[in-house]
């Protein structure tokens, strides 16, 4: 028996560029949405003392980060199911992440990330200083929050990904943007 996939579309973007409350508002019209592993992470190691920060331990961020990222696109890769699935970030962040840190990337993770594909073209928000603020997991400058989203752009066009880069409009024109353009190009 074939199985249904779903079509994966990546939301990627720098910190506090809305992206998680853009994901709540697909989330809103029944669409499926996946959470950002990297702030799940940074809570959980919060919560049990763990190294693993970006403020303590970057290497060890990245990784964790990178092998959430490779286990949660396998689970939802495998659903059955035709509809689209909407990522808060992908596994190509990890390392545009890593890349922004100069962490070294392992070749293992190149290639990860090239057998991993996602639907193409991927959605990026750009920055969006009125919208940005910092949190118990977003320690960012908004200058950082810039270059993370040069980054995401950079390592996205590397691996042969268009980027559709969404306007800087309501969260709910945002979702109707990456609505209209997905069901247009169907």
């Given amino acids: 028996m074939k199985q249904n996939i779903s079509t994966l579309y990546i939301i990627t973007g720098g910190p506090g560029a809305g992206k998680t409350r853009l ?3 697909l989330d809103r019209h029944e669409l499926t949405t996946v959470p950002e592993e990297g702030r799940k992470i940074i809570k959980e190691q919060i919560d049990s003392g763990g190294k693993g920060l970006p403020w303590l331990n970057k290497e060890l961020f990245a990784a964790l980060m990178f ?3 490779v286990k949660t696109y396998q ?3 495998h659903m059955n199911s035709t509809a689209p699935v909407f990522f808060d970030r992908g596994i190509l962040d990890t390392l545009g992440y890593m890349r922004l ?3 070294i ?3 293992s993770m190149e290639a990860k990330a ?3 594909v996602y639907h193409n ?3 990026i928000l750009p920055p969006w200083k009125e919208i940005y603020e910092n949190d118990p997991e977003r320690k960012q400058t908004f200058e950082k929050a810039v270059e993370t989203f040069e980054c995401m752009k950079e390592i996205y066009r590397e691996y042969e990904y268009n980027i559709i880069e969404v306007p800087k409009v309501s ?3 945002r979702a109707r943007f990456i609505l209209d353009t997905i069901f247009m190009s169907s």
Avoid: Q, Y
Wanted: net charge negative; hydrophobic share 40%.
């Fill in 75 to 77: 689970k939802i890769r």
């Fill in 101 to 103: 840190e100069n962490i």
């Fill in 121 to 123: 073209p991927v959605f």
């Fill in 105 to 107: 990337i392992p070749a």
């Fill in 114 to 116: 090239r057998a991993m």
């Fill in 171 to 173: 969260v709910e024109n």
């Fill in 67 to 69: 092998e959430e990222s």
């Fill in 23 to 25: 994901l709540e508002e």
